[in-house]
């Protein structure tokens, strides 16, 4: 639930009416969020918390709490994390976090009833934690924040070396209600191909610890496209993972971005690689089908019956977020804010120092407003790109206009390419094969003063 790495500018789509261009790489990039990280700059009249959130609507907000270590770095990772924490540094960032949402809590105020309705744990691996410190993050996420974590959904990421049985059991008995697992592939040779040293039987230990716990919903992260994958291996982890029969399963395309320990592969240029992923997601897509599973988004898939609490049910990318850590962004209707960024681990290093060092925490630092014409992209953007679709109506009662007439030259150029659902009336809903394509889609829907922002942004 960090930022990925930032995406090429996406080509601008044809004009309404024009015939379908020539077939557009599918994989651009993975929208988690509108507007992109990597499109925020220093602000430099840095507004005061207090203000920010003044005239926010309070009652249903969403807590994000950021870890950003890890026990080692995968191959594919641009995550905001490093490996390890030397010395006091747990205790350090802690310290920073309690500081943090002291004066985040204080910035709300007290006139208009302050409720959270979801929170999550995310990083890095929050369960790098030991299991003193899960408890202290809780108590700072309940006794500063406010939030009952035992009467909302509460999500944690976790690996399997450190799902250890001491630490989920901090966890359900402090109200977690999901535990999301990266486990990538069951196949060593896969795992070690994306530079994740594992083996199967610790994953395995790993699954039946969580299953032992009363924690409630068990995701499983898988990822397509890795070097040596085929379809017969791909199989073997989908099947492996349905043997534990996961509440919801993520399938992620192997992106190769730049900083990462895979940067020096150069089959990310390759059609035949872009053709390879397609072709691994509509197996797993329809194998988990076929197993019971209902499709949430392009990545994500949540078995039937199961409860609905994973992120891509905007728990985590809403207005009205709250993020805490130096590499969480808190979201208002009117701006974009977090910490600066990086991929480099000197310089994630030097951030993480710099935040634990940190005083006040009662402005903004770096950020990106966000007007009108921005908040439709990102509800157009979040809607379109999860299975259900946009309801026209509920977009109308929100902005007054039409997205017909707001993005006519994309709808026009989705259609004219297969990708829109045409046969439902009232929602604008992609087809499954548009589903295939959001991680071109979503890029396509960035307006051009972020894909400006993005462009000049120097990887660092």
């Keep these: 639930m960090t930022a990925p790495a930032a995406p090429a500018a996406p080509a601008a789509p044809a004009a309404p009416g024009a015939p379908a261009t020539p077939l557009v790489r599918p994989y651009q990039s993975y929208v988690y969020a509108y507007p992109h990280k990597t499109a925020y700059r220093p602000l430099t009249a840095r507004p005061a918390l207090r203000e920010v959130w003044r005239d926010e609507p ?16 995968c191959g594919f990772c641009n995550l905001f994390t490093r490996i390890g924490a030397p010395g006091e540094l747990t205790t350090r960032y802690l310290d920073a976090l309690d500081r943090q949402a002291t004066a985040v809590r204080d910035a709300l105020g007290d006139t208009h009833p302050v409720r959270f309705t979801t929170a999550a744990f995310g990083g890095g691996t929050p369960t790098f934690l030991d299991p003193a410190e899960l408890d202290r993050l809780c108590d700072i996420a309940e006794r500063r924040m406010g939030a009952d974590l035992r009467t909302i959904a509460l999500s944690v990421e976790a690996s399997p070396a450190t799902a250890t049985a001491d630490r989920l059991a901090v966890l359900a008995d402090r109200g977690a209600t999901r535990l999301s697992l990266g486990v990538q592939s069951f196949v060593a040779e896969e795992a070690r191909a994306a ?34 994958q085929t379809p017969a291996t791909w199989r073997t982890s ?21 900083l990462t320990g895979l940067a020096g592969r150069t089959a990310d240029t390759e059609p035949a690689w872009d053709r390879q992923r397609l072709d691994l997601y509509r197996q797993g897509r329809d194998h988990l089908s076929a197993h019971g599973y209902e499709q949430v988004s392009m990545r994500m898939f949540r078995r039937a019956g199961a409860p609905a609490q994973g992120p891509d049910d905007h728990a985590c990318q809403t207005d009205g977020m709250i993020g805490l850590g130096c590499g969480a962004r808190s979201y208002t209707s009117t701006l974009h804010y977090s910490f600066d960024y990086a991929v480099d681990m000197h310089r994630i290093r030097t951030i993480i120092d710099d935040y634990t060092m940190t005083e006040d925490f009662t402005v903004a630092r770096h950020g990106r407003r966000v007007d009108t014409g921005e908040a439709r992209r990102r509800h157009l953007l979040q809607s379109l790109l999860q299975a259900a679709g946009l309801p026209v109506a509920d977009y109308r009662g929100r902005f007054g206009t039409d997205p017909h007439d707001d993005f006519p030259a994309e709808l026009a150029e989705f259609t004219a390419r297969g990708w829109l659902d045409e046969h439902t009336t009232g929602i604008l809903r992609l087809s499954p094969e548009g589903l295939a394509h959001s991680d071109a889609i979503g890029p396509a829907l960035f307006s051009p003063g972020v894909r400006a922002a993005m462009a000049a942004y120097e990887t660092r």
């Design 58 to 73: 309070k009652d249903a907000l969403a807590l994000y709490l950021h870890i950003p270590f890890c026990e080692v770095r």
């Design 195 to 228: 530079v994740r040293p594992q083996r199967r039987a610790d994953v395995e230990a790993a699954l039946a610890r969580i299953r032992d716990t009363s924690i409630p919903v068990l995701n499983i992260d898988l990822i397509y496209g890795i070097a040596g």
């Design 238 to 258: 989908l099947d492996a993972a349905l043997e534990w029969r996961p509440e919801e399963l993520y399938l992620y395309p192997l992106y190769v971005r730049p």
